[in-house]
């Protein structure tokens, strides 16, 4: 049987702003990626995400970016390879404390954003991001691109590796995201979408916007919830998942 793992970028409220429907869709997913403070989320919102977490019985993963809350983390920075590093191991030990008060482990890294799109191609950024989640925590799992120089880099530290891939989002014929900016970057036909996601799964392959074939490996599948028509998405896509035979489980079950 077919395992892959749903994962949601959660707790991204920050204060008095509210962004996305975080108790909605923990009911479908089996990874919940949560922010901690640097590009959003805060205290009490880590606090209040962790809870959700728990209670829907979602693996917990660390979300850490770039220090840049007027950003929301999308926009490129330059750092140390110190740097990045450093930003990583403080942001999981933000989570860390709140998981650990829950009596939870954390189960893997995502990185956010421009930080997560800059260590898909720049080798040494990736390093530095893996680097730090090893010397936190050698049994975390990191997730990346698919196929991309961060997943690369897990593997040389001697860390598990999570694949990740996108529902809603447009691949180039290298394996990297279409540009947001580029027209056809989101994918907003859902049945198109979960044809293609299921395809990753089973297949190992996507079609590019070029119309070409590239190979591809689906450990996790991000899913977007901000907004109702999205969190029907996510629980469309795994009702499609389990009905063809996927077993939908977090990463930390099957990753090795």
Avoid at 100 to 119: D, I, S, T
Avoid at 198 to 223: F, W, Y
């Amino acid at each position: 049987m077919f395992k892959v793992d749903l994962n949601s970028d959660i707790g991204e409220s920050f204060g008095d702003y509210k962004l996305g429907l975080d108790s909605d869709v923990a009911k479908h997913i089996s990874s919940a990626n949560i922010a901690c403070g640097f590009h959003a989320g805060d205290p009490i919102v880590m606090a209040k995400t962790v809870d959700i977490a728990v209670r829907e019985k979602v693996a917990i993963g660390a979300h850490p970016g770039f220090l840049d809350l007027m950003g929301f983390g999308r926009r490129e920075m330059k750092v140390t390879a110190y740097e990045a590093k450093s930003y990583i191991k403080y942001q999981i030990g933000a989570l860390w404390a709140f998981a650990k008060g829950k009596g939870v482990e954390l189960q893997h890294v995502k990185p956010h954003g421009a930080l997560y799109n800059m260590a898909a191609k720049d080798a040494e950024l990736a390093f530095a991001i893996a680097e730090g989640v090893y010397e936190v925590d050698k049994n975390l799992i990191l997730v990346g691109l698919a196929n991309s120089e961060l997943t690369l880099a897990g593997k040389k530290v001697g860390l598990r590796v999570a694949n990740e891939v996108f529902a809603d989002r447009a691949y180039n014929s290298d394996g990297s995201l279409v540009s947001r900016k580029k027209e056809g970057a989101v994918i907003h036909d859902t049945e198109l979408a979960i044809s293609r996601v299921l395809r990753m799964v089973k297949e190992g392959k996507v079609e590019s916007i070029n119309g070409e074939d590239i190979n591809i490996q689906a450990d996790t599948i991000c899913v977007h919830g901000d907004n109702p028509q999205a969190v029907v998405f996510v629980e469309k896509i795994r009702s499609v998942l389990v009905a063809e035979g996927i077993e939908v489980v977090s990463m930390g079950s099957f990753i090795k």
